[in-house]
């Protein structure tokens, strides 16, 4: 189908302007190997639609001694506002970006439970929108898109969650009924595919065709970037990984079935642990309990050592499947608690290497990258600019600035 | 790069016609979604080098009521001829087939020994390809490319095999060897990748643009599609199944780490379970000691059976853990021997539904496709054609017919 190419081009060009900032229109059909004559036809597109626009190189920074001056491509900042929200156990980090992404407020709003009514949800993440919109100085109509990043299996396709730690229900139309309430248009999609597209646009995947993301939180996510596309699989709940197995009928998850990844890794799977070797650390919450397991094992205790070391080796050996199967370019170990230290150690990070296929080429380099839920949110914003530059329906807000 | 773009709209449309078998320009265009104009400049270099050619389309066929008659393109058979080979522990199958992937020949060499000196190697797949040349009744200068599949980690691009069990060294350019024997385009990679492409071109695969293929015969193997590309990996050695981790510190492995999966299911894992239990199968090939090991868990012996079990629950456990991270439309196991049916058992992929994650839609489909080693070179051969077309040496070859 022609549109779809004429689609795809647009969409390669706005990703290759938004990749390399400004870029002149021969660099750009050089680095899309889209041709020259597309990338003026579709840009002039895009200049008349609103989503980018020219910019003067000055002569000094283009090394150029003669002829009319050239002119770099940019996005449009002011073209769309959007939104991005993670929903988190126990709250919703949003931010507003302009088509840039370029932050104008960032807010954090507390929820008192771990999980909600589809409905409820949808009211919570309503008045979120509500009071970053207000700390943004904007009405919430000026926004062309949301975009929603949440723990589960969620079809991103669709905005479908199958099922997800934030609902007390299954097969929810979450996107739906978020765009049903707010009247904007919602895009939703697991979290830690949503920090693989805040690294892509934002962080170490910059420029990197295929890489991987592993998130650890309360549970263990992983995003997957192949040929510079977030790959979703064909049910749109692919990239699933806290629920590989790594022991056959090995400890309960939380799902319900035996041996996950999880189940040796994330903190209940821990402290589920702790409270048969010790009961000195009752009462506290799980965030002080895992730190005072993990304090006690760096203290020389035998039993905290012997917790925390099987978590590190079941997460190597968990990681160095992935490189086995995907053999990526980089792997991104992302995650929010400093608490997790333990997991990225450099003995897990040997670990990993020793127990993939063994060739004489460096193995895939694996970086650590911490950050909070706010750069979650940049991936929800990175979502919904993607979207809205699909839809690509101009809604010609301005910015005042 | 314009080149790279070029080649990218050559490679989808001989691809496009050669999935469609026959099929007209504007259908191509419409399925393809390259431009009409795009397809019409295309597909005249293509017949200008040979590669494709027009056919009458009957009216009958096409229901068209006036107007000139229309014409299909199709792959033009005689454009070239390939070889393909499957190296195996004991024989290299080959084939030779014309650029339609029409048989010409089959042959099977036999080998005294498993592994090569990469020389020895050389020259083994030399007196193959001479052979089935002459079975053929062709000379083998004729022929416009190799393909061979070799079990491994090889690396496809560049023909390189850092491991293989078939040779007697690391890092061998086995491509550039063979090609510098036999003075023809040798394209060299991991034979499971390579089942994939027969998969894709000529089985279960044709039409589908994600799936995966599971090969069991001594070692496993895997070969994935995704996007309609054979997956590699950023060194060229991705999709590597059977040296997944399914146990920390497992059982030991022929590749020297412990706890892969091939070292629970291949016969060789079997068989040395069963040294423990019982000698009275002592002094037989492997493949017959198997064959009674089998026979034995059919009728009740319970060591057999226990042994035989858990290969099943493990082989379950790791492509439960594929469907998870992959979310494929279709799995594919794929092998040779009817040994291996106790993998393929009802209640090992009911086992894989069981310990993947649980959502409201149906599971990938999981196809059993049994096939001899004459199917592997098919692949080798679809990989040739694919290689030639990309390269578009024309040879101006004619088949004599």
Redesign the interface.
């Known amino acids: 189908?022609?549109g779809?190419?004429k689609d795809?081009s647009r969409r390669v060009l706005l990703t290759g302007i938004r990749k390399a900032g400004r870029i002149a229109r021969v660099d750009l059909?050089?680095d899309t190997?889209?041709?020259?004559a597309t990338v003026t036809t579709t840009t002039a597109d895009l200049i008349n639609e609103g989503l980018i626009e020219e910019t003067p190189r000055s002569v000094s920074e283009a090394g150029q001694k003669r002829g009319r001056p050239r002119v770099d491509l940019k996005i449009r900042g002011q073209a769309h506002l959007v939104a991005g929200m993670k929903l988190s156990s126990h709250s919703i980090s949003s931010v507003i970006t302009d088509f840039e992404g370029m932050v104008l407020a960032e807010h954090d709003y507390p929820m008192r439970n771990i999980a909600f009514s589809p409905s409820d949800l949808t009211d919570h993440i309503s008045q979120a929108l509500q009071q970053v919109s207000a700390q943004a100085g904007i009405d919430q109509t000026n926004l062309s898109g949301l975009g929603i990043g949440m723990a589960g299996?969620i079809d991103g396709q669709n905005g479908f969650a199958?099922?997800s730690p934030t609902l007390t229900e299954?097969?929810v139309a979450i996107r739906d009924m978020v765009s049903t309430q707010t009247g904007l248009n919602v895009f939703v999609d697991n979290d830690a595919n949503l920090v693989a597209m805040a690294e892509q646009y934002f962080g170490h995947g910059r420029g990197i065709s295929?890489f991987l993301v592993v998130t650890i939180e309360s549970g263990v996510g992983m995003g997957v970037v192949?040929?510079n596309e977030v790959?979703?699989?064909?049910?749109?709940?692919?990239?699933?990984?806290g629920?590989?197995?790594?022991?056959?009928d090995g400890a309960l998850c939380r799902?319900?079935?035996r041996?996950c990844l999880e189940a040796y890794v994330a903190d209940y799977a821990l402290l589920r642990e702790v409270s048969l070797g010790t009961d000195t650390i009752a009462g506290q919450d799980s965030a002080e309990r895992l730190q005072i397991l993990i304090d006690a094992a760096k203290n020389g205790d035998r039993t905290a050592e012997t917790i925390i070391n099987?978590a590190g080796?079941?997460f190597a050996?968990g990681l160095?499947?992935?490189v086995?199967?995907?053999?990526?370019?980089l792997i991104i170990l992302s995650g929010e608690r400093m608490q997790f230290d333990f997991l990225y150690a450099d003995d897990v990070i040997e670990s990993i290497r020793?127990?993939t296929?063994?060739?004489?080429?460096p193995p895939?380099e694996v970086v650590i990258h911490k950050w909070g839920n706010m750069m979650w949110a940049m991936g929800a914003a990175a979502y919904a600019i993607e979207g809205v530059s699909k839809t690509a329906v101009r809604k010609g807000v301005e910015i005042a600035s």
Chains 1, 2 share one sequence.
């Open positions: 189908m022609a779809d190419q795809q059909a050089h190997g889209i041709s020259a299996i199958y099922w299954r097969n295929d192949l040929n790959y979703r699989g064909a049910r749109g709940c692919g990239a699933e990984f629920h590989t197995k790594v022991h056959l799902c319900g079935q041996g099987r080796r079941m050996m160095a499947n992935l086995n199967i995907f053999d990526p370019q020793r127990s296929v063994q060739v004489d080429v895939p």
